[in-house]
Structures are given as C-alpha cells and as structure tokens.
C-alpha cells in the first residue's frame, strides 16, 4: 500500500520537498561520509604504525 | 569452575579487539535492514499528517537522531564513570570513539530541527528550553573532544574528558523534560511507553529508523574504536603481532 500517487508527488512532499528532503539528504551524507572518514583514518593509522614499528626493529634496543 | 564464562575477558583490548571486528558487519547489515524498513514505512506507506502535512515526515530522522544524541552521551558518561572508578583503560577509549558520533548526532537533531522548524513555526531556531538545552549537548560533545585532544597523555586525557562528561551528564534529563518544565515551542514527546500519540505506520516507521541509527552508531563507534586501540596500546604484544600480520 504505497501512500502515493506518482512519483513527482513523492518528490514534491506535498510542498514540503526542500525541507524533508534538506533533512533526510544531509542525513544520508553525514551517514555516508563518516564511516568512509574512519576507514580512511584507520588505514593511515595502521601505516603509521607500521612504519613506527620496523623503525624500531631495526634500531636494536638493549 | 575454571571453564567459567567470564565477561571481563573482553574488558581487555586484546580479546575485544578481534570481538569487535567479527561483530561490525553485523550491525552495519542490520543497520541498513532496519535503514530499508523504516524508511519504506515512513516514507512510502505512512499516511499525511492530519496538521502538519507531508512536512511531519522529518520526524523519522529528527527523533531517532535526538534520541541517539542524548543515549550517546548516557552511554559516555557511563564509560567515563567506570573509567574513573575503577581504572580500566577500555572505558576511555569507548568514550573517545564514540563523541564524533554523538556530536554528530546533536547536530543532525539541530540540523533537522531547524528544517522542520521553519515551516511549521515559521523560523528556523528560537532560544527554547528544548532547542537550547540541545544546543549545548553538542557544544559539550565538542568541548570533551578537544579538551582530550589537548592533553597528550590519554590516559590524563581520559579523566579530564571524564569529569567533564559526569558534570555534562545534569543536561540530558534537562534536555529530556525540557518539554514538561516549561512553556516551549517544542511540542511534547508523541511517544511514550504506555500510550502513544502516532498512527501505528508512523510509531513503527519511526522505531525502526530509530533502531537503524542505534545500529549504525554502534558499527562506526565499534571501527574507530578499534584503531584507538590499535594506537594506544602499539606496545603491547598483541597490537605488534596484529601489525606484522596482514592487518585490514
């Protein structure tokens, strides 16, 4: 049971479309973006890590 | 009983490392399942409003990000209060990953708010117990990341964070009656546990969103904890082991 007529009346929320759809599209960016932002920060940090890590083992330590 | 389950295991990173790993694309996929469901019934199946028309359809994001926003703090205060009391270097990290969301969350429910404001009051903000109180959830998520980012020792970091989430922690019932202790614009809850003003779609389009944001939080705040552990703890054995392998 779809609530509406046609496609463009979905789109046009009944004159509400720049509101819900400013709601729900800046929604689904922030959704978007955030967890490819971790990922990003977790592959740059495990690099570093790495890099910090062979430094070390080359540089014997008593 | 030496076989015991034992809960506190995963108190320690080196076990919920790998824990957490094996459980985020779990909550990712029911994220979305729940994402999928509600927005079906909120936005395809849902009947209008019978005051605010089409407008109200807003709801389905604004309360389910309010809600986190507040529970997301809750949540802090609570890691922040065990951190304190008993020392354990998971908690502080918990709190770390999960402020980016929250904050991000206060400002979806601040961003959505003003959206479905001025339509329907016919302004985008007013200085209203509800709308301030929130206001001031996202500027105390905001002041514990930086007042952590400051301090170079995590774990100082983590006390100070923590004392400032325990003092914050006063907001959250006042952002939660804010509705009931005074005359606002904001309207009261349409929800509660023994009666609730929505239509049944609208009730139940809204919960599934809310438990998609639940879901969602949990995923993104279980990955970066992961790599606040990884940075953290790059001493201990099992971190340089992780390393060495073919970590993703």
């Known amino acids: ?62 | 009983m030496k076989d015991r389950f034992n809960l506190y295991r995963f108190a320690s990173p080196a076990t919920f490392y790998p824990l957490a790993g094996t459980l985020i694309p779990y909550f990712a996929a029911i994220a979305v399942l729940f994402g999928i469901a509600g927005l079906y019934l909120g936005m395809l199946v849902a009947p209008t409003d019978f005051q605010q028309g089409e407008g109200y359809r807003i709801i389905f994001i604004h309360v389910p990000a309010s809600w986190m926003s507040m529970f997301i703090y809750l949540v802090m205060a609570f890691w922040a209060a065990i951190g304190l009391a008993f020392n354990t270097r998971l908690s502080g990290m918990m709190a770390q990953a999960l402020a980016p969301t929250g904050a991000l969350m206060a400002f979806l429910s601040l961003w959505t708010g003003a959206l479905w404001g001025k339509p329907m009051w016919g302004t985008w903000w007013v200085w209203d117990a509800r709308l301030t109180s929130e206001l001031i959830l996202l500027f105390l998520y905001i002041g514990y990341m930086a007042l952590t980012a400051a301090i170079d020792d995590p774990r100082r970091a983590d006390k100070a964070g923590g004392l400032l989430l325990l003092v914050g922690v006063v907001n959250i019932p006042i952002i939660y009656f804010s509705v009931k202790w005074w005359n606002t614009l904001h309207q009261g809850s349409s929800v509660n546990l023994t009666k609730s003003s929505m239509a049944t779609t609208m009730l139940y389009g809204m919960l599934l969103m809310a438990m998609c944001f639940w879901m969602y939080s949990i995923a993104v705040a279980l990955m970066r904890v992961r790599t606040i552990m990884l940075e953290r703890e790059r001493n201990a054995d099992w971190v340089k082991a992780e390393l060495a392998g073919d970590v993703q």
């Not at chain 1, 779809?2 to 709601?23: C, P, Q, R």
């Not at chain 1, 689904?28 to 932002?37: H, K, N, Q, S, T």
Request: charge should be positive; charged fraction near 20%; hydrophobic fraction near 45%.
């Open chain 1, 1 to 62: 049971m779809i609530y509406w007529n046609s496609f463009a009346d979905f789109l046009h929320m009944g004159g509400y479309g720049f509101y819900v759809w400013g709601s729900f599209g800046v929604t689904a960016l922030i959704m978007a973006v955030e967890p490819i932002l971790v990922a990003r920060n977790r592959k740059t940090t495990i690099a570093r890590l790495k890099r910090q890590l062979r430094a070390e083992s080359r540089t014997p330590t008593e």
